[in-house]
């Protein structure tokens, strides 16, 4: 099976290269390709660890523009797998060989455990990461799919794929991306390996199991952009989009936002998926935040 994984490079993440590039160089086997997307980042990734194959972003792609061009590039390379990896974590030596060794031709994509690099016996997702899913429903409101710890399936999904439509406004790429397998009909798959995820103050999501002012902001931000979106593949985006922004009207009131977010914290402290926090007024108690 033709396998490649690839990770995208940028200067915040300097500082991080060499314990990713540690754990790409440490993989139990060498039987796949790698292919590192340098995004302006321009230093000489010998001086890393790294020794293999890279591409440029030369003609000032966006974040969605460059992602799509490496998945065409998996297409048009005839891969079968396409492991993706975030430069910032550190993937378990394990990842790639047991990725390969759960590959199913019927399944659309592969993903695993997340656990915290700064303490590596503490599960990120706290055991509530599903073994499989084969519905659009179950992460229609929050994700559990980041580019750390996924794979895509690219031989299975490849005419999907080609097709994949790219947008400059959208913040959460991986929620976009595997919910657009998954309302193709796609399924996945978890495998037994892990990612070593690193919380820093330049994580998109992080930890978003409490709420702030600013987690809140950029909640609202990611789910709004992402339901318009989708709302092109499925008509239920367009009721969580009108529920977004209705919630997103009453919040422009400080003693409401104050109110909302000391309830969504003692209610949904329990929150481990991304975004999962960030409820519309549907999903509160009647009368939880009136005067």
């Not at 657009?180 to 998109?204: A, D, E």
Request: proline fraction near 1%.
């Amino acid at each position: 099976m033709k396998t490649l994984l690839v990770s995208f490079i940028y200067p915040i993440i300097k500082q991080y290269l060499r314990d990713f590039f540690i754990s790409l160089n440490s993989q139990t086997i060498e039987e796949f390709d790698a292919i590192i997307f340098d995004d302006k980042f321009n230093e000489n990734l010998k001086d890393y660890g790294y020794n293999g194959k890279i591409l440029y972003n030369n003609d000032e792609l966006n974040i969605f523009e460059v992602r799509k061009l490496v998945i065409d590039y998996s297409i048009e390379h005839n891969y079968d797998l396409l492991i993706f990896a975030d430069a910032d974590d550190v993937m378990a030596k394990d990842r790639v060989e047991n990725i390969i060794k759960s590959y199913e031709v019927n399944i659309s994509f592969f993903y695993n455990d997340l656990y915290l690099l700064s303490n590596r016996e503490t599960d990120f997702f706290k055991g509530k990461l599903p073994s499989n899913i084969e519905a659009l429903e179950k992460i229609k409101e929050y994700n559990y799919f980041g580019m750390s710890h996924t794979a895509l399936n690219v031989k299975k999904e490849r005419e999907y794929l080609k097709i994949m439509p790219t947008t400059d406004k959208m913040i959460a790429y991986d929620w976009f991306l595997y919910s657009y397998i998954l309302s193709k009909g796609g399924c996945g798959k978890k495998v037994n390996t892990k990612t070593y995820y690193r919380i820093y103050s330049n994580s998109t999501a992080g930890y978003t199991n409490y709420l702030t002012d600013k987690k809140l902001r950029t909640g609202l931000k990611v789910k709004k952009y992402h339901y318009d979106f989708m709302k092109q593949f499925d008509d239920t985006y367009n009721d969580l989009l009108n529920k977004i922004i209705i919630l997103e009207e009453k919040l422009n009131n400080p003693d409401f936002k104050d109110k909302y977010i000391k309830y969504i914290n003692s209610k949904f402290s329990d929150s481990v998926f991304w975004w999962e926090n960030i409820k519309t007024l549907d999903k509160l108690e009647k009368g939880a935040l009136d005067d």
